[in-house]
């Protein structure tokens, strides 16, 4: 089955400063790629999808990048500000019958002000 | 507002005893999936239905059962209670089928148990 790898962990950066999330997914036939940012006791929402057939897509200060080839992707966080401190989770999608949804292990942003 | 409804948003309850948890989801999505998120740890899978179907499960314990109903609506069981069962559930749904489409997540039931 699909895996998928999130690093890091945990990532601290000052205010203002960009942030920079990467995931790398196993199965090549995954071809929907969503974001997710969840504030603590609160639900993951979803922030920013890239589908297979685009390389970047971005959203104001929010980017995705996605390598089709090294099966990988990116979240990019620009000009970060407090409010941007949240979990951060990514996950692969492949349809084909029924959707077939792979999450990663999270990345924790802290932005100090 | 994600449009999937979870109720109850919050259930205490003592070990050994048995919980049901429900889903709404989204109008319109057919898949319906459950996930476990313990104190500070990532969105643990335990099951996936598509249109009444069960389609995936992952980590569930045989304790934990769930169905989909012709409605759509979802329900998630879990019996035989222990502490380590103390966690947040939520539902997600999605249009599924052989489209991808985002998946929308309920807020969640924090089960405690005690």
């Known amino acids: 089955g699909e895996n998928v790898e999130q690093h890091p962990s945990t990532l601290s950066v000052q205010e203002g400063d960009s942030a920079v999330i990467k995931c790398t997914y196993s199965?090549?036939?995954?071809?929907?790629f969503p974001w997710y940012k969840q504030e603590l006791g609160k639900r993951p929402q979803l922030i920013i999808d890239i589908r297979s057939n685009v390389g970047e897509k971005k959203d104001q200060r929010i980017a995705v990048t996605l390598n089709k080839t090294a099966k990988h992707f990116s979240l990019h966080i620009t000009e970060t500000q407090p409010e941007d401190s949240a979990v951060y989770f990514c996950a692969a999608s492949k349809s084909g019958g029924y959707q077939k949804v792979t999450f990663g292990t999270g990345t924790k942003l802290q932005v100090i002000p | 507002d994600s449009g999937v409804t979870q109720t109850p948003k919050h259930l205490i309850t003592a070990t050994g005893q048995r919980v049901t948890l429900r889903c709404s989801p989204r109008s319109g999505d057919l898949s319906v999936y459950w996930y476990q998120q313990s104190l500070d740890q990532g969105l643990q899978f335990l099951i996936q239905?598509?249109?009444?179907?069960?389609?995936a499960k992952g980590n569930i314990l045989e304790r934990f059962s769930a169905q989909q109903f012709p409605d759509l609506h979802s329900e998630l069981n879990l019996s035989s209670l222990e502490l380590g069962d103390s966690a947040l559930y939520f539902c997600?749904?999605?249009?599924?089928?052989?489209?991808?489409?985002?998946?929308?997540f309920g807020n969640g039931t924090r089960l405690t148990v005690t």
């Open positions: 997600a749904s999605s249009v599924g089928g052989s489209y991808n489409s985002p998946i929308h």
């Open positions: 239905y598509y249109n009444g179907e069960e389609r």
């Open positions: 199965d090549s036939a995954s071809n929907y």
